[in-house]
């Protein structure tokens, strides 16, 4: 019976081209203009680590100025002071934790002729990868006693070891950044989460770095911060060691706990950290450390743009309009014949089996639309993509997910609007049309 | 005249109308909020950022060899750049308008750590600062060259100076602006800077900030490793020096690599890029949506003109002229679109509530929504005049044929 259907549809669709024309391209551009919006918030608003996003922590911790109240009350700074960073290290009482920030240095190929450049690196712990599962190429990432002994080791992304080492294995080779030659112990694999969930301050749509480095080399040689730096109180003197020792909060800092009891366990000391920095004179706010799993990290840090929100409000209304104009035309499409329904039902088709005969042409209606819509949606990411540039790369890939989303919301909401006109139709007294014919 | 028999054929065949108008209203409230987003848009945009755009470029150098030194070159570099020909003036600082990135302290009128200073941008220049970024004093002095202090990335020392612009001045003394000058204000809770100028306007590096024109100049050299050269050029002659700049910095210095060279006018569009593409994005979307409710009248039009064939060709039969039959669809239109945009305006304003509540949006202009219901109803008239004019085509014959 349904291919049976599927193709009076389909004649049905072909008697009237102008109408169908008109309401497969009504879908499409509807559904192409929803979908490029939708794409771009559903990647916006991606987990970019669901394996374990609820098992990363990012800590805050409130050693902020009690003078400067916001509108909403005391708000810890996002993100933590050297003192406390190397505190939670030292305490190491989470499964793992990572203190990390953002650098860049000039990096000399040993190539004759080849001129430095400059790279983006990270500066951070041997838990890093594990923590945020990391793949290697080759090697592997540094282990503790690198980060105790300031060992001059570095992991290198796959770009950067394309570039320098033409992709071949280099574990063992050195790099030479900012005069100082690096060891390379690991290349990792093709590393892009979306958002760029481990640093969201700096950018949360920003390319990952371009080199791994241990934090601690990192203070030592007063590599430059590249990141974002926020201090409520001038450091007690010049020089670097006094920045060290200041309440400027330059520095991320994640803890891996995986389970609920070992999240209250980390809070719980936490606490008792700050009540023990209270008494040194710090921490002069009320408590209120922080610890939030990598989807709340981001719904804080308000990750999704108000602008790709109100475009998706927008988006979603073109679409009704598109399924009224779908609506007005199917009515159209429906009553115009009321002829052939009438016969079909004085030769006894039921008013059930018309109902599912005019659904299914609406729903082919509905998959026309969406697979033209599709192509629309792909050339509006396109479209994204030349307007913004290089600031939405990551931003604006189909997954199936989404083709399917876009396929499915095009055949729901043809169905949607089919509903009305249908019962419409199969509600036609068939003796009233016979008669003058 | 017609438009009782009009409004009462119109009654028993409600749906189509409904649609109809329905989806009239829906175009009104996207088109009008959209309109007035990108109004918004535009201003912020048009907002100048007190510089001599056209003309100025940056160029950032890095340091990365061990025996680098860093004033050494910074001096060379600017003694160089401000004799090349073509070149105004050059100076080093550690950021510029519209980049999104710089420094900001609180500046306070009292000393002291309990009291909450104003946040000020800082641009760090010296005596040639003014006339490279093309500033304009109001009143007080430039720096002298021996105001110009150097400060390394971990200093915490101030000069004892500073230039800060009117709406800074405004802030910091709403009673007397005018008398700024001369004043002492403190940064870092207690380390007092005498204002011994003020400048007309400049913009912070960060363009939606609230306090965007908040800005004060230091009189300091930067030795924070990376060094960012503004220069201005004479009219037309930025872009044969840019590269020529370029070239001439990475030969002079082979332990430093040049890098992120920009033109003003470049760091203005990207950063107002995400403005910029929001309002093409919407024009695109009213365009698209105006097609589409268009499209949607001329086939709902259509089915109805072919629906009533024989009544109007009664109607013609009976004596009705064309005009009649082209004045009777026109009119039915009008009075369809015209309930579609009273509703519309309803929707509009709703909807605007809705997104100054979610995203803090502003009110649309009260004009906006008479003007969108004037065009929708021109939109509904163009598009119906089709379908109107074949059905007024109909010949009278037709009536007298069965089917």
Redesign the interface.
């Known amino acids: 019976m349904f291919s049976y259907y599927l193709k009076l549809g389909w004649l049905s669709i072909r008697r009237n081209p102008?109408?169908s024309t008109?309401m497969v391209?009504?879908i499409a551009?509807?559904i192409g203009?929803c979908m490029t919006i939708i794409t771009v918030n559903y990647i916006m608003s991606s987990n970019p680590i669901p394996q374990k996003s609820d098992q990363l922590f990012y800590v805050q911790l409130d050693s902020w100025d009690p003078?400067?109240e916001d509108d909403d009350g005391f708000e810890p700074p996002e993100q933590v002071t050297y003192l406390d960073a190397m505190a939670l290290m030292k305490a190491d009482k989470a499964y793992r934790q990572i203190a990390s920030n953002r650098s860049?240095?000039?990096l000399?190929p040993q190539g004759e002729g080849e001129?430095?450049?400059?790279v983006d690196t990270r500066n951070t712990w041997a838990d890093f990868f594990p923590m945020f599962d990391l793949r290697f190429i080759y090697g592997s990432g540094w282990d503790d006693s690198a980060d105790r002994n300031l060992e001059r080791v570095v992991v290198l992304s796959k770009e950067i070891n394309e570039r320098v080492f033409g992709g071949e294995d280099s574990v063992g080779r050195s790099v030479r950044l900012?005069?100082m030659d690096f060891q390379v112990v690991g290349v990792i694999d093709e590393f892009l989460p979306v958002p760029k969930f481990y640093d969201v301050t700096n950018g949360a749509f920003n390319e990952p770095e371009e080199i791994f480095i241990p934090f601690n080399i990192s203070v030592e040689y007063?590599f430059?911060r590249n990141g974002n730096t926020n201090c409520w109180?001038?450091?007690d003197?010049?020089?670097?060691e006094?920045?060290l020792n200041s309440e400027c909060a330059w520095i991320q800092f994640w803890a891996e706990l995986r389970n609920e009891t070992e999240k209250q366990d980390y809070m719980t000391f936490l606490n008792a950290y700050a009540e023990q920095q209270k008494e040194l004179g710090r921490f002069p706010r009320p408590l209120n450390n922080q610890l939030s799993n990598v989807m709340e990290w981001m719904e804080k840090q308000e990750v999704v743009d108000?602008?790709a929100?109100?475009?998706l409000?927008?988006?979603l209304?073109?679409l009704?309009?598109?399924l009224?104009?779908t609506?007005?035309?199917l009515?159209?499409?429906f009553?115009?014949k009321s002829g052939d329904i009438s016969l079909r039902r004085a030769l006894g088709a039921s008013r059930s089996s018309l109902f599912i005969q005019h659904m299914i042409e609406s729903g082919l209606i509905g998959l026309g639309g969406g697979v033209l819509g599709l192509g629309l949606t792909w050339l509006g990411l396109r479209?994204?993509e030349m307007?913004?540039?290089d600031?939405v790369k990551n931003l604006v890939g189909l997954d199936w997910v989404m083709v399917l989303t876009a396929i499915g919301l095009a055949i729901l909401s043809a169905l949607l609007a089919g509903l009305?006109p249908t019962w419409?139709a199969c509600r036609i007294a068939p003796a009233s049309q016979l008669k003058?014919? | 005249m017609e438009i009782g028999p009009i409004w009462r054929a119109m009654m028993r065949n409600k749906t189509g109308a409904i649609l109809i108008a329905l989806q009239i209203a829906v175009t009104m409230a996207i088109m009008v909020n959209a309109i007035s987003i990108m109004q918004e848009r535009g201003r912020v945009m048009s907002r100048s950022s007190g510089i001599d755009e056209h003309n100025i470029f940056v160029i950032t150098s890095v340091g990365f060899a061990e025996d680098f030194n860093e004033r050494i070159t910074i001096e060379e570099d600017l003694a160089m750049l401000r004799v090349m020909p073509g070149v105004v003036n050059a100076i080093q600082s550690n950021s510029v308008p519209l980049s999104g990135g710089g420094w900001s302290m609180g500046l306070q009128t009292e000393p002291g750590a309990e009291i909450e200073g104003t946040g000020v941008a800082i641009y760090f220049v010296d005596e040639h600062g003014i006339d490279t970024f093309g500033l304009n004093l109001v009143a007080g002095e430039n720096f002298d060259a021996t105001d110009i202090t150097w400060r390394e990335r971990s200093d915490t020392d101030w000069p004892d100076k500073t230039i800060i612009t009117r709406a800074m001045a405004e802030t910091l003394y709403p009673d007397d602006p005018d008398g700024a000058l001369g004043k002492t204000v403190y940064i870092s809770d207690t380390e007092p800077l005498t204002i011994t100028g003020i400048i007309e306007q400049m913009q912070a590096p960060w363009n939606s900030w609230d306090g965007v024109e908040r800005v004060m100049l230091a009189p300091t050299h930067t030795l924070f490793g990376a060094t960012r050269y503004i220069i201005r050029t004479e009219p037309g002659m930025r872009d044969s020096l840019m590269p020529q700049v370029e070239e001439l910095l990475a030969e002079r210095n082979k332990n430093r690599i040049v890098r992120s060279m920009r033109s003003m006018d470049e760091i203005r569009e990207r950063s107002y890029r995400g403005d910029s593409s929001m309002i093409t994005i919407l024009t695109f979307t009213i365009v698209l949506l105006i097609a589409v409710t268009s499209l949607g009248i001329v086939g709902l039009a259509s089915f109805s003109v072919n629906r009533r064939t024989k009544q109007i060709g009664t109607r013609r039969a009976l004596g009705a002229s064309k005009v009649a039959i082209l004045r009777y669809f026109m009119t039915e239109n009008f009075i369809i679109s015209f309930l579609g945009v009273l509703l519309g305006a309803g929707l509009t304003i709703g909807l605007n509530i809705l997104m100054i509540e979610a995203f803090s949006l502003t009110r649309i202009a009260w004009y906006l929504v008479p003007v969108a219901m004037l065009m929708l109803l021109m939109v509904g008239q163009v598009a119906v005049f089709g379908p109107a004019r074949r059905a007024s085509s109909v010949p009278p014959a037709v009536a007298t044929r069965t089917v």
Do not use: H, W
């Open positions: 102008l109408l008109l391209a009504a551009v509807g203009s003078n400067n860049g240095l000039v000399e001129r430095p450049f400059a900012n005069g007063e430059p109180k001038t450091p003197g010049d020089g670097f006094a920045f108000d602008d929100q109100v475009m409000g927008l988006s209304l073109f009704l309009v598109c009224l104009n609506i007005g035309l009515l159209a499409k009553l115009g479209g994204i307007l913004f540039g600031f009305y419409r003058i014919q």
